[in-house]
T-cell receptor, first 113, second 111 residues
Framework: DGGITQSPKYLFRKEGQNVTLSCEQNLNHDAMYWYRQDPGQGLRLIYYSQIVNDFQKGDIAEGYSVSREKKESFPLTVTSAQKNPTAFYLC????????????FGDGTRLSIL | EDQVTQSPEALRLQEGESSSLNCSYTVSGLRGLFWYRQDPGKGPEFLFTLYSAGEEKEKERLKATLTKKESFLHITAPKPEDSATYLCAVPVVGGRRALTFGSGTRLQVQP
């Protein structure tokens, strides 16, 4: 079955540590996105990529970094510069058009040790 | 700035008690509105796309409608399994091909 796989499901970060969240899709979609979701809030865009080797900052990119070396993969690194990283992180993809619905993975919950 | 506002924040219904969720938006040149369902600890699941005022979409007990300023998600005779958070989203206007999401309505249906 085609879909988006995020791993791990739960992740813990120590002070000063960088952690990387994985997102893989086998939908052959061009565009991929990372969102952050805090309790009681909507999704906020961190980074997005419309094509391999290209990505753009979203609304809350500070303290995060991404890469897009392969069409299927869009990993997100939460750096030590992100002072409040505890949240639910969601990866999404879409064939390419901005007015098409996005398909989501099941998220990674990141907590601070 | 594009804005999406959902109301109410939370809604508790008895099984079989119909109601509606609201999503109002301030976007110039709407290019679609999306409804999603999100269960706890899961990613949003796509439900509907609406592109023009007057359009309606249905799926089981859910019906989504769209006007020029807002969208409604009508839930008819809900069951406990309809309990979830319902999110609406609109495409961002401009070069960024992403969505702006509302903060959602948490629906609880009691047996």
């Amino acid at each position: 079955d085609g879909g988006i796989t995020q791993s791990p499901k739960y992740l813990f970060r120590k002070e000063g540590q960088n952690v990387t969240l994985s997102c893989e899709q086998n939908l052959n979609h061009d565009a991929m996105y990372w969102y952050r979701q805090d309790p009681g809030q909507g999704l906020r865009l961190i980074y997005y990529s419309q094509i391999v080797n290209d990505f753009q900052k979203g609304d809350i990119a500070e303290g995060y970094s991404v890469s897009r070396e392969k069409k299927e993969s869009f990993p997100l690194t939460v750096t030590s510069a992100q002072k409040n990283p505890t949240a639910f992180y969601l990866c999404a993809s879409t064939p390419g058009g901005g007015n098409q619905p996005q398909h989501f993975g099941d998220g990674t919950r990141l907590s601070i040790l | 700035e594009d804005q999406v506002t959902q109301s109410p924040e939370a809604l508790r219904l008895q099984e079989g008690e119909s109601s509606s969720l609201n999503c109002s938006y301030t976007v110039s040149g709407l290019r679609g509105l999306f409804w999603y369902r999100q269960d706890p600890g899961k990613g949003p699941e796509f439900l509907f796309t609406l592109y023009s005022a007057g359009e309606e979409k249905e799926k089981e007990r859910l019906k989504a409608t769209l006007t020029k300023k807002e969208s409604f998600l009508h839930i008819t005779a809900p069951k406990p399994e309809d309990s979830a958070t319902y999110l609406c989203a609109v495409p961002v206007v401009g070069g960024r091909r992403a969505l702006t999401f509302g903060s959602g309505t948490r629906l609880q249906v009691q047996p």
